[in-house]
């Protein structure tokens, strides 16, 4: 049974990554438009692209991701068209939402790939939705955070269980998670929300462990500006080649795009290696079956009745997101 009329769609918006070595430049402009930084900065980045062939994965993930959600769509009766759009790099969001009233659609709800809140997971995406659907016969609605959705938690809660079956002992659970400038940390409820996050996938364990820590990776911007703390690296090299085994777990990232292969897979991998502490990855839930069910399950509460889901105490995320929530903060200004 058709549960929405055809001028309604899915629109999975997301950060956006260069398909070849000639957009790396100008999509990292993008990325940092408005912050005045310098392209000999910029160009220090672009080499961890040149390291993969100046191609980001995220959106060949992305697409594969839309592909497992039309699958997953048509087999509960939802007659959704999908659309792509991307913050940073092609295909823009506000193109995309030009296709989709060229279409003759009049609603877009809209899953945008971050699970959790902060300006640039939550708020930001709004304003770009806001600009892009601006004078536009579209509405164009923001689904709810997930990052306490027993969609996203049980997978990683596998993937962790299988990454630390691979160890011969109990290994140190380490979860990451894109730092950001603690002003922009006190406007929103990042840190808590990952926290949370953790601790519901570690309460779900089957295999032992030794204990687990939250730090930080890919930290940006001038230096004087302090960001979330401890970052990946830094943990690991205090930790010591005395330490258990360690298990990095991306938590903050739903697919292994460039932040989780240069970052993780590359430099995390090298200092680990540097010290003799073993280490591992659990895989980021990509398209596992029970996420992609997720993102149809909150479609669904757009649509329908159906239930919201959460674990933990705190409950579903309000949707819409409440008021004032994920503030950018004021820009600090140069060092005294």
Known sequence: MTLSPPSTAVLVFSFGGPNGPDDVMPFLRNVTKGRNVPDERLAVVATQYEQFGGRS??????????????????????????????????????????????????????????????????????????VAGDGKPISLHKLRLFYNHPGFIEPVTAKVDAALAAHDSPARIVFTAHSIPESMAATCDYEAQLRTAAALVVDGLSNPHAGWDLVFQ?????????WLEPDVN????????????????????????????????????????????????APTVGTDPRFVSM??????????????????DDGPWPDPCPDGHCALPARPGPPG
């Not at 592909?67 to 092609?90: T, V």
């Not at 090299?237 to 240069?262: N, Q, W």
């Not at 993102?295 to 674990?311: F, G, M, S, V, Y």
Request: proline share 6%; glycine share 6%.
């Open 57 to 130: 994965p995220i959106n060949d993930q992305n697409l594969a991701l839309i592909d497992a959600l039309r699958s997953e769509l048509d087999e509960h009766g939802l007659n959704l068209p999908i659309y792509f759009g991307n913050r940073n790099w092609e295909p823009f969001v506000a193109d995309t939402v030009d296709q989709m009233v060229t279409d003759g659609i009049d609603r877009a709800i809209v899953f945008v790939t971050s699970a959790f809140g902060s300006y640039s997971g939550c708020r930001q995406y709004r304003e770009n939705l806001s």
């Open 218 to 226: 890919s930290r940006s911007g001038p230096p004087h500006i302090p």
């Open 234 to 281: 830094d943990f690991l090299t205090e930790a010591g080649s005395a330490s258990d085994p360690v298990t990095l777990v991306p938590l903050g990232f739903i697919s292994d795009h460039m932040e989780v292969m240069f970052d993780l897979d590359t430099q995390a991998v090298e200092t680990a290696e540097s010290i003799g502490v073993s280490l591992n990855r």
């Open 295 to 312: 993102i149809r399950e909150l479609i669904e509460e757009q649509l329908t009745d159906a239930p919201k889901l959460w674990l933990g």
